[in-house]
C-alpha cells in the first residue's frame, strides 16, 4: 500500500506564488519587562487575597489581643482571651482534634483499599469520581441526609429495621458525628493516595511478586514506602478540613461533641458577640489548620500545585 | 532576498555558556544546517535568530539591519518545531490562516492564499480538517504551509524530522529542500542527524560547546576535518595519536601534508595549517578509506602499515574488518565482491593502504 | 493471589475461582462506598417526597419554585459573579507563576492559597468583624461576593495552572514567529487550549460557592441568605420539614448534574491539582 506521508512534493505547482505582501505596521515597543509584567497579572489576585484574608486574619489577631469589644471603642489589649481559652476550652481543643483525628485515621483505613482498587481494578472511574462528588456538596447536607436515615419513622427506617438494625440510637452519638466526617474527606484520601500509587508502576508489584513476596509483603515492603507521601498528604489534608468542623456535630451530635471549636467561635462571637474570645479562638483553629497545612505541603510536594 | 548575519552571538544561561561567540553569514538564498549533539547550542542559536530568546552579547542582522530589538512577531520569519506544532484547536485550513489573520490581511486574500498553500504540499482536500486526523507526514506538510504562507524572509527549522520515522524522514527532508529551493529564501536547518545535514545543506555549520567547530560543504567537513571533534562526530573515524615529524609543502594547487610518527607507524596527512614539527597530533582515517592487502612485508612507505587482522564482522553490504597494529586497532571497511574474499582470513598479516589522512592537533595532550 | 508457580494442573480451577472471589469483592467494596456518598442525598430525597402521613407527593417542591425562588435566585447570582470574578482574577495569575520570570513563585502561590487552608468559621469571623469595623460594608451582597472570591479563587487558579504547565510554551512561540502579538496569541490560542482546565476551575467554583453556608452564616445579613443557608437555618428553626429536604434535594441535584455534565465533556483530567475529587 502506498504511504500517503512518502509523497514527495516535487510535483507541486511550479508557479506557485511566493511573493506575498503582508501589510507592515509600525514597530511598538513593548512597554514592560516580562517581571513587571508578571506583577502586573498577579496583581489582582494578591489585592483580593490581601483585602479580604491577610488583613481580615491580621485583624482578627488584634481583636483576640483585646478585653470584649473594647476594640471598637477604645482598645485595652489583654492576653485574657487566650488565658480563657487555654483554661476554659482545652477540653474543646481536644474534642475538635479527637474528632477531626479519629475520622482522619477512619478515612486512611477505609480509604487505602478504596484507592488501590480504583487505581488498579476499576475501568469505571470517571463514574466512581462523578459518585465521590457526592460528599463535596457539603457536610450541611450529608449531616441533614443522614439525619434523615437515623430519624424514628425515617425513609429508611423500615429497611434498617428489616435487617435488625436499630439504627435511631445513634442518633445524637459521637459515632453518627465520626461517621459523617470520615465520608466527608473521604475523596480527598482517596485522591491524594490515589495520584501517589497511580505513579507506582505495577510492574514493582509484579517484580516482587515474582520473586517470592506474599501479598501482604508486597503491600509492606514494596506499595506502603512508595504510597508513603500520598499518605500523610492525605491524613494531613483531612485533619486540617475536620479541624474546622461545623454541621455534623451541631445536627448529629451530643453536647460534647458540639463543643468543637468552630461552634464555639459561631456561639461565642454572632450570638453572645463577645468578639474578642471568639477571635482568640479563631486564632487558635487557624495556627493548627495552617501547621497541618504546611507539613502537608511538606510532604505531598506541591498539592495544589506549588 | 535575506542575507543572515551573526555577530560574535553569544548567550548565557545562569553559569553557562549555551552559545559562545559565534560567528556566521548566511547568503540570500543559501540553505545551512548547524549540525551538532544535543546541548551542543545549534537550537539555541536557531532560537535567537527566531527571536524567541534574546542573545546576552553579540548581534543578529537581517540584510545588514540590526533585528536584536525586534521581537518575534515583527520579524516575519517561518519557524518549524520538532513536533509539528499546529494549534489543535484550529482546522488545517485555520491553521495555515493563522498567520495571515493576525496581521488582518482581508479575507479574500487569506482565503486564496490558504488555497494556494494547501496545493503547494498537496493537502487540497485536507482544509477543513482538524490537525489530529492527519497522518504525522501530512501534519508537518501543513506545519510548512502555514510558515510558508506568510512569505517569511527566513525559514528556520529546529529538528522539524525527528519526531517522525524514518521512511517519512527520507522523503520529507527532500520535500523541505525542493519548496527552499522554489521559493529561494535563506534557510536555517538545526538538527544532530548528519544524513540529513549532508542531504540537503549548502554549507554545514558543524557546533560543539556552543562554539562552531567548523563550517564547510560537505566534503570540507567530512574528508578535511579541522578538529578532533568534527573528525569524530561526522562519519566513523580511526584516531592514531602522534607527534609531527616534517611539514611536507605540497604541490602547487596542492594542500600542504604533514609527516607523522605513532610508535613504528608513519603516516603522512593534510596539515590543517597550525602545526608545527614536534607538535603532539591526532591523525584520522576513516574505514572505508584503507584497503586490506593480502601481503605480509616491511614497509617503509608512509600510509602504508603492516599489522594482523583480529577480527572480521560480515555486516551485508560491507565487511568490517579489525587489524591489530602496533598495539593499536585499526578499523578498516571492505566493499564490492572483494569483500568476501576476506572473510576466511582471520590471524593473517597484511599490509593497510591509508588514504585521505587528516592531521589534527590533540588538545588533550596539549593540555596535558 | 495465590502463587502460580508450581501449582498442580487440577488445582488450576480453585485458583481462578479465588481471583475471581477477590475481584467481586474488591469491586462490592467500592460500590458499597458509592452507596455510602448516594445514601444522604436518596434519604433525603425520599423524605422531600413523603408526607408525616406516609403519603407519597411532590407538594413539599411548591415551595422551591415558591418561597424559595428568592434565595435559590440570590445562590444563582452570587455563583455566577463569583466564578466570573475568579476568572478575571486566576487567569492572568496563573499566567504570571507558569510563564513569568518571578521570584519566589512556590511562596507566593502558598500566600494566595492561604485562604483555602483557612477553615470556614476562621475566615467567617475574621470577615465579620472586619466587614464591621474596619471596611464598613456588613451584611452585603459585596461582602458576601468579596468572601466566596477569596476562599474560592485558589480552587479557580490551581487547574489553570495545572493545564498551563501541561500545555507546551510550542505553541505560544508558534503564534509569534507567525506574527501573532502577545495578546494574541494569548487570546487566539492559548485561551482555547486552557479550556478543560478553566472548566475545572469552573465547576470547583460552582460546588463550593453554590452550597456554601457556613462562611454565609457569619457575614450573611437578612437581605443576603442563599438557599444552602436557607437549608442550615431551616434546619435550626423550622425543625425536619419535607420542604427543607426538598430544597436541599434541589441543590444537590443541580450540583450533581453540573458535575455530571463537565465529567461528560471534559473528564476528571484537569482537578488532579487539587486532590479534592
Known amino acids: ?306 | ?368 | 493471589m495465590a502463587t502460580l508457580a508450581g501449582a498442580p494442573v487440577g488445582r488450576e480451577r480453585r485458583i481462578f475461582s479465588f481471583t475471581w472471589l477477590w475481584n467481586a469483592l474488591a469491586h462490592g467494596y467500592v460500590w458499597a462506598w458509592l452507596g455510602v456518598f448516594a445514601l444522604p442525598f436518596l434519604a433525603t430525597l425520599a423524605y422531600s417526597l413523603r408526607t408525616p402521613d406516609g403519603v407519597w407527593t411532590l407538594s413539599a417542591y411548591q415551595y422551591v419554585f415558591g418561597s424559595f425562588k428568592e434565595n435559590l435566585l440570590l445562590s444563582v447570582q452570587t455563583t455566577i459573579i463569583t466564578i466570573i470574578l475568579n476568572l478575571l482574577i486566576s487567569i492572568p495569575a496563573a499566567y504570571a507563576i507558569v510563564r513569568a520570570p518571578i521570584p519566589g513563585k512556590s511562596f507566593l502561590l502558598s500566600a494566595l492559597n492561604l485562604s483555602l487552608y483557612t477553615p470556614a468559621a476562621v475566615m467567617g469571623v475574621s470577615l465579620v468583624i472586619a466587614y464591621a469595623f474596619l471596611f464598613g460594608i456588613p451584611q452585603t451582597m459585596t461582602g458576601l461576593i468579596a468572601a466566596y472570591v477569596v476562599g474560592t479563587f485558589p480552587l479557580m487558579l490551581v487547574p489553570i495552572i495545572v493545564a498551563l504547565r501541561d500545555l507546551p510554551l510550542m505553541f505560544e512561540e508558534a503564534a509569534r514567529t507567525l506574527g501573532a502579538t502577545r495578546m494574541q496569541s494569548f487570546f487566539r490560542i492559548e485561551l482555547p487550549l486552557l479550556g478543560p482546565g478553566i472548566s475545572a476551575g469552573i465547576l470547583l467554583t460552582f460546588v463550593i460557592v453554590f452550597n456554601e453556608f457556613l462562611v454565609t452564616l457569619f457575614i450573611a445579613g437578612p437581605g443576603t441568605t442563599t438557599a444552602a443557608l436557607r437549608v442550615y437555618n431551616l434546619t435550626r428553626t423550622a425543625g425536619f420539614q419535607p420542604s427543607t429536604a426538598a430544597l436541599a434535594t434541589t441543590m444537590q441535584l443541580v450540583s450533581f448534574v453540573v458535575v455530571l455534565l463537565f465529567f461528560r465533556f471534559f473528564g476528571s483530567r484537569y482537578l488532579k491539582g487539587t486532590y479534592l475529587i
Not at chain 1, 53 to 76: C, G, H, K, R, W
Not at chain 2, 146 to 157: K, Q
Not at chain 2, 194 to 221: C, H, K, P, W, Y
Open chain 1, 1 to 306: 500500500m502506498k504511504n500517503p506521508d512518502a509523497y514527495p512534493m516535487t510535483h507541486a505547482p511550479a508557479d506557485v506564488a511566493l511573493e506575498y505582501q503582508v501589510a507592515e505596521e509600525p514597530v511598538r515597543q513593548s512597554f514592560a519587562s516580562p517581571r513587571m509584567r508578571g506583577f502586573m497579572l498577579l496583581a489582582p489576585a494578591v489585592t483580593v487575597a490581601v483585602l479580604f484574608s491577610l488583613i481580615p486574619l491580621a485583624y482578627l489577631f488584634q481583636v483576640s489581643l483585646t478585653n470584649d469589644s473594647s476594640f471598637f471603642f477604645t482598645a485595652e489589649y489583654t492576653v485574657n482571651n487566650y488565658l480563657e481559652v487555654a483554661n476554659r476550652y482545652r477540653s474543646a481543643i481536644l474534642e475538635t482534634v479527637y474528632l477531626a483525628g479519629m475520622s482522619s485515621i477512619l478515612d486512611l483505613v477505609f480509604g487505602y483499599p478504596f484507592a488501590y482498587i480504583l487505581i488498579r481494578k476499576i475501568r469505571y472511574r470517571e463514574f466512581v469520581r462523578t459518585m465521590m462528588t457526592f460528599p463535596l456538596f457539603g457536610p450541611l447536607y450529608l449531616a441533614f441526609g443522614l439525619f434523615y436515615i437515623l430519624l424514628p419513622n425515617g425513609p429508611l427506617g423500615g429497611l434498617f429495621a428489616g435487617l435488625g438494625i436499630n439504627v435511631t440510637k445513634y442518633l445524637f452519638s459521637q459515632g453518627a458525628v465520626l461517621f459523617s466526617m470520615a465520608v466527608f474527606t473521604f475523596p480527598f484520601m482517596v485522591m491524594n493516595i490515589g495520584a501517589a500509587l497511580s505513579n507506582v508502576d505495577p510492574m514493582l508489584e509484579e517484580a516482587a511478586r515474582t520473586l517470592g513476596a506474599k501479598p501482604w509483603q508486597t503491600f509492606v515492603r514494596v506499595l506502603f514506602p512508595l504510597s508513603w507521601s500520598g499518605i500523610i498528604a492525605g491524613f494531613l489534608m483531612c485533619f486540617g478540613w475536620n479541624l474546622g468542623v461545623f454541621a455534623q456535630p451541631q445536627l448529629l451530635g451530643s453536647p460534647k461533641e458540639q463543643s468543637v471549636i468552630s461552634l464555639q467561635m459561631f456561639l461565642k462571637g454572632l450570638v453572645q458577640f463577645n468578639y474578642g474570645l471568639a477571635a482568640a479562638l479563631g486564632v487558635v483553629l487557624m495556627v493548627m489548620a495552617f501547621l497541618v497545612t504546611w507539613v502537608s505541603l511538606r510532604f505531598s510536594r506541591g498539592a495544589l500545585g506549588a
Open chain 2, 1 to 368: 532576498m535575506t542575507r543572515v548575519q551573526l555577530l560574535d552571538v553569544s548567550k548565557r544561561f545562569g553559569q553557562t555558556l549555551a552559545v559562545d561567540h559565534v560567528n556566521a553569514d548566511i547568503a540570500d538564498g543559501e540553505f545551512v544546517t548547524l549540525l551538532g549533539p544535543s546541548g551542543c547550542g545549534k537550537t539555541t542559536t536557531l532560537r535567537m535568530v527566531a527571536g524567541l530568546i534574546d542573545p546576552t552579547a553579540g548581534q543578529i542582522q537581517f540584510d545588514g539591519q540590526a533585528v536584536n530589538a525586534v521581537p518575534s512577531h515583527r520579524r516575519n520569519i517561518g519557524l518549524a518545531f520538532q513536533s509539528h506544532a499546529l494549534f489543535p484547536h484550529l482546522s488545517v485550513a485555520r491553521n495555515i490562516a493563522f498567520g495571515l489573520e493576525v496581521k488582518r490581511t482581508p479575507k479574500v486574500d487569506v482565503q486564496r492564499r490558504v488555497a494556494e498553500m494547501l496545493d503547494m504540499v498537496e493537502l487540497s482536500e485536507y482544509g477543513a480538517r482538524m490537525p489530529a486526523q492527519l497522518s504525522g507526514g501530512q501534519q508537518q506538510r501543513v506545519a510548512l504551509a502555514r510558515m510558508l504562507a506568510t512569505d517569511p524572509r527566513v525559514l528556520l527549522f529546529d529538528e522539524p524530522l525527528s519526531a517522525l520515522d524514518r521512511n517519512l524522514r527520507d522523503s520529507l527532508k527532500y520535500s523541505i529542500l525542493d519548496l527552499q529551493r522554489r521559493t529561494k529564501k535563506t534557510a536555517i536547518y538545526v538538527t544532530h542527524d548528519q544524513s540529513e545535514a549532508f542531504a540537503i545543506s549548502d554549507r554545514i555549520f558543524v557546533m560543539n560547546d556552543g562554539r562552531i567547530e567548523q563550517s564547510g560543504t560537505q566534503l570540507d567537513i567530512y574528508l578535511r576535518p579541522r578538529t578532533e571533534f568534527v573528525a569524530n562526530f561526522v562519519g566513523d573515524n580511526n584516531a592514531i595519536a602522534g607527534e609531527v615529524t616534517a611539514l611536507v609543502p605540497g604541490a602547487p594547487g596542492e594542500p600542504s601534508l604533514v609527516d607523522v610518527r605513532a610508535g613504528r607507524m608513519r603516516l603522512r596527512g593534510l596539515n590543517p595549517g597550525n602545526l608545527r614539527v614536534g607538535d603532539k597530533v591526532l591523525a584520522f582515517v576513516r574505514p572505508e578509506n584503507i584497503d586490506v592487502l593480502m601481503e605480509s612485508r616491511e614497509s617503509d612507505e608512509p600510509n602504508l602499515i603492516r599489522g594482523r587482522i583480529a577480527q572480521i564482522v560480515f555486516e551485508g553490504p560491507t565487511v568490517r574488518v579489525i587489524v591489530e597494529t602496533d598495539g593499536v586497532a585499526i578499523r578498516a571497511t571492505a566493499g564490492g565482491l572483494g569483500r568476501l574474499t576476506l572473510l576466511d582470513q582471520e590471524r593473517r598479516d597484511v599490509l593497510l593502504r591509508l588514504q585521505e589522512v587528516t592531521v589534527v592537533r590533540d588538545e588533550s595532550a596539549a593540555a596535558a
